[in-house]
């Protein structure tokens, strides 16, 4: 399921990889004369995503959509781009791709004032003034993505993390277990705080920071004395602010598009 998951998830690439000869981009391969361009994996996925697969990851990357394209071709070959539902599901994902793509241009000139922040601390202070609580962080340093995601399957289907740690990560810390110790909001490993905040305990999950992947799990939490303050939820307030500001975005960006586009019909 994952690996039919990651092929589903490299279909978009197909729109922007059918080029010949004349592309300019570096080729990582080529397919029935189709060239599979690193442009068009940039393009899709980011420079930092392709940046930070370790040799191994890029070739199998590269098989992998290898094998897409042979799959599509050969669906092309049986007349298949031909029938009617699943042009339809092509050009409703190509509408979806631009978008999102327009969305998140008009979203990125978003900005969030320091006033915004302790405005928005104030009015949902009640919120906020909760019990400090750390997290104890076990984690599992790996060189990429792909990586990462097939050892989150591995311990999904029941693989020991303690084993995982051993077999596994690529860090120092990982004679000591890969214990990290108690995290909390404002610490330098925060990044693992905020996302152990939406899993359960022992819940394994995948953290990107510093440009290297980790999976991790929290064993542990404890109450700090006191109560948190602003500092400490400074990131969530912002986090809150933008996830609020998409919608008004996105209601904003329509109404300017359809005050200048008349022709729409309901039957």
């Not at 999904?156 to 303690?162: A, I, R, V």
Request: aromatic fraction near 12%.
């Amino acid at each position: 399921m994952r690996k039919f998951c990651w092929f589903l998830f490299l279909i978009l690439l197909l729109a922007t990889a059918c080029r010949k000869e004349k592309d300019n981009s570096a080729k990582l391969a080529e397919v029935n004369n189709e060239v599979l361009t690193l442009e068009a994996f940039q393009s899709t996925f980011g420079v930092e995503e392709w940046d930070s697969l370790s040799a191994d990851a890029r070739k199998r990357f590269v098989e992998d959509w290898v094998n897409l394209t042979l799959l599509a071709q050969t669906a092309d070959k049986q007349g298949m781009s031909k029938d009617l539902a699943i042009q339809q599901k092509i050009s409703y994902a190509a509408k979806k791709v631009k978008a999102n793509a327009l969305i998140a241009r008009r979203l990125a000139e978003v900005q969030v004032s320091e006033d915004q922040l302790f405005s928005y601390f104030r009015i949902h202070q009640a919120e906020f003034q909760k019990p400090s609580v750390q997290y104890q962080i076990q984690r599992i340093q790996l060189p990429d993505k792909l990586s990462a995601e097939r050892l989150l399957m591995q311990l999904n289907q029941g693989l020991d993390f303690d084993a995982a740690v051993s077999r596994y990560s690529t860090e120092p810390l990982k004679d000591k277990k890969g214990m990290l110790g108690f995290v909390s909001a404002a610490s330098a490993d925060s990044s693992f705080w905020y996302k152990a905040r939406e899993m359960q305990k022992d819940e394994p999950g995948v953290v990107l920071k510093d440009q290297l992947w980790y999976v991790f799990r929290y064993t542990d939490m404890k109450e700090m004395e006191g109560e948190a303050n602003f500092e400490d939820f400074r990131a969530e307030i912002k986090r809150k602010i933008i996830l609020e500001k998409q919608e008004e975005v996105f209601q904003s960006l329509l109404r300017e598009i359809k005050s200048q586009n008349h022709e729409i019909y309901y039957y």
